[in-house]
Structures are given as C-alpha cells and as structure tokens.
C-alpha cells in the first residue's frame, strides 16, 4: 500500500507554497493572454488560491502529529496558536481588501476585473478566516483535554536506554 503525500520540513512547505504561487500566477497570465482582461483569470485564481490552502492543510504535519491518518475536515494546522496567528492574519487581509473596495484613486480608475478581483479576494480571505480560526478554537478544546506531560529534571533522570548517563 501506497504511503500518503506528507509534508513534514519547514523547507517542503515553503518549497510547496512558493511552488504553488508560480503555478497560479502562470495560469492567470495564461488566461490573460488568451481571453483578454476577462472575468475567468478572477475565478481560477480564487478557486486555485482556496485549494492550494485546503489541499496544504490536508498534506502539511507537525512535529508532533501522527504521519498516516488523514487530518479531520475542520483541522488546518497541528497547534491552536498557529491556526489563531493565521485566522487573525487572514481577518486583517480580509477588512483591508473591503476597504480596499471602498477606497478610489483618479490616476487609476477602478475596471470591472479589479472590483471582481477585490471582492472574490475579501470571499476567500473571509472563507479562509473563518476556517483557521474555527481550527484555533477546536485545537485549543483538545489540548486542553489533554493531560500536560510531567516536567522531569535531566540532573535526576534515568540514564538513556543506550546506557550512556545524560550530561551535567
């Protein structure tokens, strides 16, 4: 049987997240050359966006998370602060791109694909929000059920199984 795709290391994920980025970015330039400044480089971006994130929360693990069994729907990341740090993240993107609506400039009139641009940047960022921080929220339920590990000193622990007794 065939191992599931993981991505454990700091570099993977960054590798997997700039990665993704080009890839996007070359299919909405793709799209621009082909049809124009249309409304269908806003569409594949945003649904190309959302699941860059989806399927990187469903592949990316922490240190302390089981390799194997898939992630549950509502988990984004291994801890609760992380996925709270990225809620509010994701909240900020989310008010100034609304306001970013809201907000004109005479040199630089707003067209049509900007505004559409805008408004399905301030859906998925609000989508997005709503997922990390109800993952912050789970976590923190479940790590608080959790019983906390017992501190030991290293002075007066056991030696390690190998026999070699633990530095001073």
């Not at 991505?7 to 909405?28: D, E, F, N, P, Q």
């Not at 082909?34 to 592949?59: C, K, Q």
């Not at 970013?100 to 641009?117: M, Q």
């Amino acid at each position: 049987m065939r191992k599931p795709l993981r991505i454990t290391t700091v570099r993977g994920k960054w590798a997997y997240a700039v990665g993704g980025w080009c890839v996007v970015g070359l299919g909405v330039r793709a799209i621009i050359a082909t049809t124009g400044n249309s409304l269908a480089w806003v569409v594949f971006s945003t649904v190309a966006d959302l699941a860059l994130y989806l399927v990187g929360a469903r592949i990316f693990r922490g240190a302390d998370e089981l390799r194997d069994p898939p992630r549950p729907w509502w988990r984004m990341t291994a801890r609760a602060k992380l996925s709270r740090r990225l809620g509010i993240l994701f909240g900020f993107l989310t008010v100034t791109t609304t306001l970013s609506l809201f907000v004109g400039n005479s040199r630089h009139p707003r067209t049509e694909s900007a505004t559409a641009s805008a408004v399905a940047g301030a859906i998925e960022f609000l989508v997005l929000t709503v997922l990390y921080v109800t993952s912050g929220r789970r976590l923190k339920r479940l790590e608080a059920q959790q019983p906390t590990p017992e501190k030991v000193d290293p002075a007066l622990s056991a030696p390690f199984d190998d026999g070699w007794p633990r530095a001073r």
